[in-house]
């Protein structure tokens, strides 16, 4: 079992508190990721778990033990760090081993384990090679490597992708996946990367100055976040934000923004907008809502028309992103590459509002959610 | 100190996976870039083991085949493996060196004494000639014996004397160059004598030993295939005879 528990776990440094009462249940061969700007406590709550850092107050459960006052080595947890923290004047078969040998593992044992990890990670070619040879995804490898050796019962990685370059970046996500799945461990990864939190997480863990925003699926938080940080933060283009008027007409309400009524077609949730009646809140819509012909699998009630100035029109191969600007606001659409808009050209988008996201503009929470 | 945390750091350039493995030259010149730290280490205890007189022999290959490992681009695990080596070989490389210096000695003792009488009557010429190549053969078939006892292959005596003696003439030339090189380094020391006051406790032992088996690497390995090969032949016909 390894199962990890956080209760009311703080960090302070004097007066300052870095990490408020985080409260998270990881369960056993989870891939749980921590997402959140740089500064929001994330790779701080990762290195309490380790036992790097001292816990301000809270309690800590590795399984069924509480392991606030248990040191690093005696925790069953291995750590891949940032910058990989190998050691230079050892070769990678020593690096990999030195973990081994300081627990007094038999040599055959030792050998074994780091050639067969060595071969899982394709790096059998590097192992009598010293740091200084290898190339950044090599160095990458060689830090989950030394990790592995150990069989430990929760991996936790620190940004370990975020010295690779963009290609080196999408192999070793995946890789970091498919190890996870063959490892069968818990893993617990720090990133401030939404797509690789995305991409690789069972559950994301949104932080922002040291509070948990929302702990869900990847799919989840994509659909349902509960508040504006967590909506702007997660989906890349990020989603649009626009102030709009709630209105309502009979027994239908819209969403008035300047010129434009967006219909917001709630059902059952409709009533929750009662409260907000003639009051100014925020629209989320996602840049993927925007079409440049009306859609043909959307209701179109559920759609409206919008009018903007594409400020800049990013083609992306698959897809094009337009950069508009409406009545001061600016927007990303997501389009199909045959549309056409040039930059400085009024465009009218048709708007899928099947899904919309609304939030209360002082509290910032999701109205719906 | 962060140039020195930045230096450590850097990126390397990387490894190919199907990067051609090097030979000849060029592998000895990559090992000697690749470990130079290993390589001044085991010239230090080399240095100390060899003040014993009687224990130059193990020591010679325990060193040997820390260099084998190398040249394989094995991990060298350093303090390990030498003493390892050492100790399996210690009783059998003590005999092998005694026999050898024997053998030396006698060598190049006539060497010596039909070069003198060379000097005076042509006639001790061709003695002279075959007593220096019967040395430098004497020599080579050492380092091979040396470096087949450094490769922890198990022989018999008489077996192992005769893949040395196999080694020594099917690829004379690279376990020459191997001497020449190690010899080379001592005339530095002694021609350049104060300068290179401390080449011998830097690099002269090891690099010697590395160039020596480095040279007569291939050339055992060879031999040991054709043993092997004989070997199986004969379980062959054996087999069918019966």
């Not at chain 2, 196999?166 to 530095?188: C, D, E, R, V």
Request: proline share 5%; charged share 20%; net charge negative.
């Amino acid at each position: 079992m390894s199962g990890i528990s956080l209760k009311k776990l703080n960090k302070t440094y004097g007066h300052l508190t870095v990490v408020h009462d985080i409260d998270l249940e990881i369960a056993d061969k989870e891939f749980i990721i921590l997402v959140g700007p740089s500064g929001c406590g994330k790779s701080t709550t990762l290195r309490m778990i380790a036992g790097l850092e001292e816990i301000s107050s809270g309690e800590l459960y590795i399984g069924d033990d509480l392991v606030n006052d248990i040191p690093s080595k005696d925790r069953d947890i291995a750590m891949v760090f940032q910058n990989y923290a190998l050691y230079p004047h050892m070769t990678v078969y020593k690096n990999m081993a030195f973990g081994l040998q300081l627990r007094k593992a038999p040599e055959d044992e030792i050998d074994a384990k780091v050639r067969e990890t060595a071969k899982i990670l394709d790096i059998e070619h590097l192992l009598n090679r010293k740091p200084k040879a290898l190339s950044g995804g090599q160095r990458q490898r060689v830090a989950l490597g030394r990790a592995m050796v150990r069989n430990p019962e929760v991996f936790l990685l620190d940004e370990p992708l975020s010295n690779l370059d963009a290609k080196l970046r999408g192999s070793m996500r995946s890789a970091i996946t498919k190890l996870h799945r063959q490892l069968d461990s818990t893993f617990i990864y720090v990133t401030h990367d939404q797509v690789e939190a995305m991409t690789m997480a069972d559950r994301i863990v949104v932080m922002k100055d040291g509070y948990i925003h929302q702990v869900d699926t990847p799919q989840v938080l994509y659909d349902r976040p509960i508040n504006m940080f967590v909506a702007g933060f997660i989906g890349a283009p990020q989603m649009n934000m626009l102030d709009v008027t709630i209105e309502k007409q009979g027994e239908a309400y819209i969403g008035k923004f300047h010129d434009t009524d967006f219909p917001l077609m709630l059902g059952e949730k409709a009533a929750r907008l009662d409260p907000y009646v003639g009051k100014s809140v925020v629209l989320g819509l996602r840049p993927e809502s925007f079409h440049e012909t009306m859609p043909h699998d959307v209701d179109p009630a559920k759609t409206c028309s919008f009018s903007a100035l594409v400020e800049l029109a990013e083609p992306m191969g698959a897809e094009i992103h337009l950069n508009l600007v409406a009545h001061g606001a600016n927007l990303i659409a997501r389009v199909s590459p045959r549309c056409e808009a040039e930059d400085g050209e009024m465009v009218t988008l048709y708007c899928d509002l099947a899904n919309p996201h609304l939030f209360d503009k002082e509290t910032e929470k999701s109205i719906l959610f | 100190m962060q140039w020195l945390t930045n230096w450590m750091m850097k990126e390397g350039p990387g490894v190919r996976k199907d990067e051609p493995k090097k030979t000849g030259l060029a592998l000895f010149v990559s090992i000697i870039l690749r470990e130079p730290w290993e390589l001044f280490k085991l010239n230090l205890l080399m240095l100390l083991l060899c003040i014993p007189v009687i224990t130059i022999p193990a020591n010679l290959v325990a060193a040997g085949r820390i260099c084998g490992l190398m040249i394989e681009d094995e991990v060298v695990f350093f303090w390990r493996d030498y003493w390892r080596a050492f100790g399996q070989r210690a009783v059998a490389s003590t005999l092998w060196g005694l026999f050898f210096a024997v053998l030396l000695g006698i060598c190049g003792y006539s060497a010596f004494i039909y070069g003198q009488l060379g000097l005076h009557d042509m006639v001790y010429v061709a003695p002279a000639v075959i007593a220096i190549c019967l040395t430098l053969l004497v020599l080579m078939v050492a380092v091979c014996l040396f470096t087949i006892l450094s490769k922890q292959v198990c022989l018999p005596a008489l077996v192992l004397l005769k893949s040395a003696c196999l080694a020594a003439l099917a690829k004379p030339i690279p376990i020459l160059a191997g001497i020449a090189f190690a010899a080379l380094l001592w005339l530095a020391h002694v021609i350049f004598y104060p300068a290179s006051i401390f080449l011998p406790v830097v690099l002269n032992f090891s690099l010697g030993t590395l160039a020596m088996v480095f040279g007569a690497y291939k050339a055992t390995d060879f031999a040991l295939q054709m043993l092997e090969l004989v070997g199986s032949r004969q379980g062959a016909e054996e087999s069918a005879s019966i």
